[in-house]
């Protein structure tokens, strides 16, 4: 391998078919750590023209009057590869409090003091990497392999979680991503609520055969208008007396200030802290002597009775209790509308921030998958501004990046991206700042269930993975087709 050039933070090598690189390999040239993100034919003098020469003449008309040692560099030469890789940065060895020196990596480049002809390029194992951008994995390791000359195990350090985004286009393995980082947080006694737009969630109890696995009695599935609790799925309610009348009044769309919405202050405040429901607020709504007033708000008991949203519930001491085991509490949004899943995520938020602000829950982590499509704006800016000072620490996944606020990738803390194949979807990548364009483009050439993983989780440097299979679980989430 050869040094070519330099241009900005990308520098151009030049190497053998016998050398055998591959995307996301990291080189090591004298001290410089620089990462392969694009691999092409090397364009040499000559090359060209030799090419041009042989395209133009038919195969049976070339009379070639070459001597074998020079047919032999020509074609050497035009089967010559070229490398581009991204400066990272460098290794430097330092020592410690007790005087033990140990290889770090540092970014940044101020200096650049290699030699073209003699400078030294090997590729760097993914062991010494690991080992200098402080990964150390716990056995077993199984969540992935590192794509790479010389693969190694990947795993991804719970506490290293924040903002965290899981996207890609469908098919490309997103989905399957997600699961197995869920039973990895089950696996770390952490507690996950995941809002399940597709119910693809609702069978990680089971395994193969169908029967439970051992996720089983640590996962919980809150189905809307399930008539009765079977297996590890039961209904979803929303207790009245766990919410405002302020709240009520938004869900059945009573216009603050009325006549009909001071009576609704009226019933919650004569209730107190005392439990009560959809029968009792109707029983108050036959005492109101306005005749406009009583149809109005009767009317609105009807349609929170039409939702099936509202009645008696465990949810908080499941939430509470888990909270202590670890687990995922799943929100199965596929039986109702979009207005219903409003309703259900803003209650299920709203109960987290009361939770993580009394103390009752320290830290949980939030699953969202395609939020745009059922949290408002401002309550997505909320879950990345304030709820994460409660302890809420939210991973969205998307087939869309485009769709969801800037302000998602400002504050992204990790970047997990398959496939992509749109040139938009790439450069709104890229606004994440945690990657550069050029490096989030080689997601072009990437294979289902292979990604970049990048940010707290690999120390900032950008790595490729290949998530493994997981067995023992129906992870489902599978794209149907028309034709077996």
Not at 38 to 51: K, M, N, R, S, Y
Not at 77 to 87: P, S
Not at 189 to 214: C, G, I, M, S
Request: hydrophobic share 40%; net charge neutral; glycine share 6%.
């Amino acid at each position: 391998m050869y040094l070519l050039t330099k241009e900005a933070d990308e520098l151009a090598i030049v190497y053998s078919p016998e050398e055998k690189l591959k995307l996301g390999d990291t080189l090591a040239i004298d001290g410089i750590i620089a990462q392969i993100v694009d691999i092409q034919f090397a364009d040499l003098p000559g090359v060209l023209e030799h090419i041009l020469r042989k395209s133009l003449v038919a195969k049976s008309e070339i009379r070639e009057h070459i001597q074998p040692e020079v047919k032999s560099i020509i074609d050497f030469l035009t089967d010559q590869r070229l490398a581009i890789a991204k400066i990272r940065g460098r290794i430097v060895e330092i020592s410690d409090d007790k005087g033990t020196k140990k290889k770090v990596f540092k970014t940044g480049l101020t200096e650049f003091d290699i030699s073209r002809a003699r400078a030294e390029i090997k590729v760097l194992s993914q062991e010494e990497l690991f080992n200098a951008l402080g990964l150390c994995f716990p056995r077993p390791c199984d969540f992935g392999k590192t794509i790479s000359s010389e693969p190694k195990d990947f795993d991804i350090l719970a506490e290293r979680l924040g903002i965290n985004l899981i996207t890609g286009m469908k098919g490309s393995g997103k989905s399957y991503c997600a699961k197995r980082l869920l039973l990895k947080l089950i696996e770390k006694r952490v507690l996950t609520l995941v809002f399940d737009l597709n119910a693809e969630y609702v069978n990680l109890w089971k395994a193969e055969d169908n029967k439970p696995n051992k996720y089983a009695e640590l996962v919980k599935v809150f189905t809307p208008r399930l008539r009765r609790a079977q297996a590890y799925e039961q209904p979803f309610f929303i207790p009245l007396n766990e919410i405002t009348y302020d709240d009520f009044a938004t869900f059945v769309n009573v216009t603050p200030g009325t006549p009909t919405y001071q009576h609704l202050m009226q019933f919650w405040r004569e209730r107190g802290e005392s439990q009560f429901d959809l029968n009792d607020l109707e029983n108050f709504v036959r005492d109101v002597q306005n005749d406009a007033v009583r149809t109005a708000l009767q009317g609105r008991v009807d349609a929170a009775r039409a939702l099936g949203l509202f009645g008696s519930s465990n949810l908080t001491s499941v939430i509470t209790e888990m909270h202590k085991t670890g687990g995922a509490i799943i929100f199965n949004l596929s039986p109702v509308g979009q207005w219903e899943r409003s309703i259900i995520v803003e209650f299920v938020l709203r109960k987290l921030a009361q939770l993580g602000q009394s103390g009752a829950i320290r830290a949980v982590s939030l699953f969202l998958e395609e939020a745009q499509l059922y949290v408002e704006h401002q309550n997505i800016i909320n879950i990345l501004t304030r709820m994460r000072h409660l302890g809420i620490f939210p991973t969205f996944i998307t087939n869309d990046p485009r769709t969801l606020p800037d302000e998602v990738f400002t504050l992204l803390d990790n970047l997990i991206a398959f496939m992509f194949r749109n040139e938009d979807e790439l450069r709104q990548l890229a606004k994440s700042g945690l990657i550069d364009l050029k490096s989030i483009n080689a997601l072009k050439h990437l294979e289902s269930r292979q990604c970049i993983v990048i940010g707290s989780i690999t120390s900032n440097y950008p790595i490729f993975v290949e998530v493994s299979p997981q067995a023992g679980v129906v992870m489902g989430g599978e794209t149907r087709r028309l034709i077996s």
